[in-house]
């Protein structure tokens, strides 16, 4: 297995390189022979990565402990999935995780009808990312190494990693940063092409919508499993790591906000040549920090020489990159002019700034101990309370726009209209506002700033559907059920964006919610006892221990009643993994709407009695609902069929021959 | 007009992030969950987990400790200054905001200030002269309105 793994790694290089040189030979017009030729290289790499591929997996789940790797990530007694997830466990493993869904994607694009005169550019360029990652797992971190005599068994998986968190989460958050490659690659085979059109965009419109939401999810289920694996209570520590993978969320955000300018006002083209090269660029950018150790984090590989290569390949193509839009900068020149202070395009200037500004400020303290190093001398920490401080401020901000920006009107807006659309989501605001101060009795300020954004913005947007529910209601005489459903689903670009930015929202209610009321209890249970915390009855019943798998598991045994009701029975636990000296302790939770019941075992004593740690997390059901409303909104928004396409294109008068007079 | 109410959005902007950044301080909720996200576990520097998310003793003790301090009626800061004179300032989790720290908290919105006037200079550059802007708002309502009313809702319905 490890000999066919790493030959087909080889031929795939090899292949790769040569679709690189055919490319290049077809677009000097030595014939379509070697479009062809170029075309098949592109597969050839995508099939024998995919053997390689297929080794691993079948060594690691068959357990063939004579390849490193395999004895470094899995044991006997693993589950056969964490077998299976053990591929993106170590550096050498998702290095070819990665590169196997590069290649993919890569013949995906090139395979396709649709957008064949990009091919001859777009694909060599996909095809370059792709030869670093094969030329890294084949001559710097190699996943085939062979160990001289096979082990017996193997070390086994980190406990923290054996949650479902890890089938999920990496999946998900590579597709979403390889995803991305896809509108790169346009971007600079449009700027070589000297096609500066909006034609790269629309082609990878669903490319870059995808990617984002496989960003999204993967963000979201990364949140996800720390908060059910860490037992810290809290889901998102700012980790650098994570911060990698926020900061090209933002960027990308801000892109596929941008792109609507310049589909409707041809507009701002240098600008989002500008945003994908910087997500692009910061999606590699997580790698090199994840694999190279400069900053400290818990998600580290452990420091090795790959961040270097990382770093040096990330910086030549963002370079390169630069240099051509600098070198085809008069093909991008502005078209249309603004023809207002007030209207949808500017506010989507405010909208870009403030996604951008708040990826500079992760970028500035993710890197302020580096800098900080070198000129001071001091490595000082920038963690959780700076980045929550920095960055609430910019999120409320984002959110507000939210609900002003879909009610501007395209071109020019004027103050009446304008106010007249904000008159009721404010009263709306306004009158929850009063409410949730005198009947939730909530008076933290930034709670209330944060609730009443939200409930200002879910009242915009519903307004802004009712109205075109109005108006067509009007016009066509459809009943209003009918009105709604048609209305949506003709323009489904911009209600899927809305039901997105509800998604959203009801993600900052959840943040809000746990980061401000969140509670912490410890509290000390004997056998039989019963306490009230935080507003729950919680009987202790006993402590037990039992067999699951792998592991030893040692659980408290809990009765939860809250206003007589009996919520469940929980089994808070430590558990014991058989390769693994340290325990881990696995929260029980019971979780509504209101808030999370979130229970810790932290120790015990001879004669029978626990330590719980108690946390009341108010909320955190909405963040990950909010992801799943995005998910809806992300599917409205694509799927295939009339109402799907953009809207139309705005033109200045000099364009339309009668135009000339009119208005 | 749309100036000063471009000029008049800006400074409300800038007067809010300025409140905000004054620091509506408890973003978390209690003293103790604060204190324990502002400390690194010193056992811990070279993963930089802060004592809230770490399990291992040296953190519990600390927080322990702190639960203590609390209950004596110690304050949040003198609490923290306590670990800052043991460890020094590597044990914090956020930079003390100032000399070379400040930086780190300065920059961030110093670059969306700029972007912002950047913004605002291509805005006046690309919007046309205001004069042409009057004449359009201020034109006079005509016979033709009510056809050219019809006209757009006629073409409105081919859109829905």
């Known amino acids: 297995m490890a000999s066919l793994g790493s030959i087909g790694l080889l031929i795939a290089l090899g292949l790769s390189l040569y679709s690189l040189v055919a490319f290049f030979l077809f677009n000097r017009n030595k014939g379509i022979k070697y479009l062809l030729s170029a075309k098949n290289a592109v597969y050839g790499t995508a099939l024998l990565t995919s053997i390689s591929v297929g080794a691993m997996i079948y060594a690691l789940i068959a357990g063939d402990f004579s390849i490193e790797y395999v004895t470094q990530y899995t044991s006997r007694d693993l589950p056969i999935i964490y077998k299976l997830c053990a591929l993106w466990a170590g550096n050498a493993g998702s290095l070819l995780f990665w590169a196997w869904i590069l290649v993919l994607l890569t013949a995906i694009v090139t395979a396709s009808k649709e957008n064949k005169e990009f091919i001859p550019y777009a694909s060599p360029i996909m095809m370059v990312v792709g030869v670093f990652f094969l030329f890294m797992i084949n001559f710097v971190s190699l996943p085939f190494v062979q160990l001289a005599k096979p082990l017996a068994d193997g070390t086994g998986m980190n406990p923290m990693l054996q949650n479902p968190g890890m089938v999920i989460h990496p999946v998900t958050l590579y597709l979403g940063y390889v995803g991305f490659t896809v509108p790169f690659a346009f971007a600079m085979a449009a700027l070589i092409m000297k096609n500066p059109g909006d034609q790269w965009i629309k082609l990878t419109r669903k490319w870059t919508l995808i990617s984002w939401l496989f960003l999204t999810l993967g963000n979201l289920f990364g949140a996800q499993w720390a908060y059910v694996e860490l037992g810290w209570g809290g889901y998102w520590a700012w980790d650098p790591v994570e911060n990698a993978s926020l900061m090209p969320w933002l960027t990308g955000s801000a892109f596929l906000h941008s792109v609507m300018v310049q589909e409707r006002k041809n507009m701002l083209k240098i600008w989002n040549m500008v945003l994908i090269i910087t997500t692009f660029g910061l999606t590699l950018f997580g790698t090199f920090l994840v694999r190279s150790g400069v900053v400290a984090s818990v998600h580290a590989f452990g420091s090795s020489s790959l961040g270097a290569y990382f770093l040096i390949f990330t910086s030549l193509m963002i370079l390169a990159s630069l240099y051509l839009v600098a070198d085809r900068i008069t093909m991008l020149r502005q078209g249309n002019q603004f023809e207002s202070y007030i209207s949808k395009e500017s506010s989507f200037l405010l909208n870009n700034l403030l996604l951008v500004g708040s990826a500079f400020s992760i970028f500035w303290g993710t890197v302020f101990p580096i800098v900080s190093e070198a000129v001071v001398g001091q490595k000082i920490a920038v963690g959780i309370p700076y980045f929550n401080q920095v960055n609430a401020p910019i999120g409320l901000a984002l959110v507000l726009l939210m609900g002003i920006c879909p009610l501007i009107a395209w071109r020019k807006a004027t103050l009446e209209s304008i106010s007249k659309s904000f008159m009721w989501p404010w009263i709306i605001a306004i009158v929850g506002l009063l409410t949730i101060v005198f009947m939730g009795g909530i008076t933290k300020p930034y709670a209330l700033v944060a609730y009443t954004i939200c409930i200002y913005v879910i009242a915009a947007t519903l307004q802004d559907i009712f109205k075109g529910v109005m108006v067509r209601k009007k016009l066509t005489g459809e009943n209003l059920i009918i009105s709604l459903i048609k209305l949506l689903s003709r323009n489904r670009r911009r209600y899927g964006g809305y039901i997105i930015h509800i998604g959203i929202v009801m993600m900052i209610i959840g943040i809000t919610g746990s980061n401000v009321f969140n509670t912490e209890h410890v509290k000390t249970f004997k056998p039989g006892e019963t306490a009230v915390v935080g507003g729950y009855t919680i009987s202790f019943k006993g402590l037990q221990d039992k067999v699951r798998d792998n592991m030893e598991v040692v659980y408290a045994d809990l009765n939860v009643i809250k206003n007589n009701q009996y919520l469940g029975n929980l089994q808070v636990e430590k558990v014991f993994y058989s390769k693994s000296e340290q325990p881990m302790t696995e929260p029980a939770i019971i979780s509504t709407f209101k808030e999370d019941l979130y229970v810790l075992l932290t120790g015990w004593e001879k004669d029978g009695s626990v330590i719980l740690k108690i946390h009341i997390n108010p909320q955190i059901k909405w963040l990950w609902t909010g992801g799943w409303v995005v998910i809806i909104g992300v599917i409205f928004a694509l799927w295939p069929g009339k109402g799907s396409g953009v809207g139309s294109r705005y033109i200045v008068r000099g364009e339309v021959n009668h135009g000339n007079k009119a208005g | ?160």
């Open chain 2, 1 to 160: 007009m749309a100036i000063r109410l471009v000029k008049r959005i800006s400074l409300t902007c800038l007067v809010l992030v300025g409140i905000f950044l004054v620091n509506i301080s408890p973003v978390l909720a209690s003293a103790q969950s604060d204190i324990e996200n502002g400390l690194i576990c010193p056992a811990c520097f070279d993963d930089g987990m802060t004592v809230a998310a770490c399990a291992d003793s040296t953190a519990q003790q600390i927080k322990e400790e702190v639960r203590q301090k609390l209950a004596s009626g110690q304050t949040k800061d003198q609490i923290m200054n306590t670990y800052v004179a043991q460890y020094g300032e590597k044990i914090l989790t956020s930079p003390p905001k100032k000399g070379f720290n400040l930086l780190a908290w300065v920059i961030p919105f110093s670059g969306i200030v700029l972007g912002g006037a950047l913004i605002y200079l291509a805005l006046s550059k690309w919007v046309k002269g205001p004069g042409l802007r009057k004449g359009q708002a201020k034109t006079k309502p005509g016979v033709l309105d009510d056809y050219y009313d019809a006209r757009v809702e006629e073409e409105y319905k081919k859109y829905l």
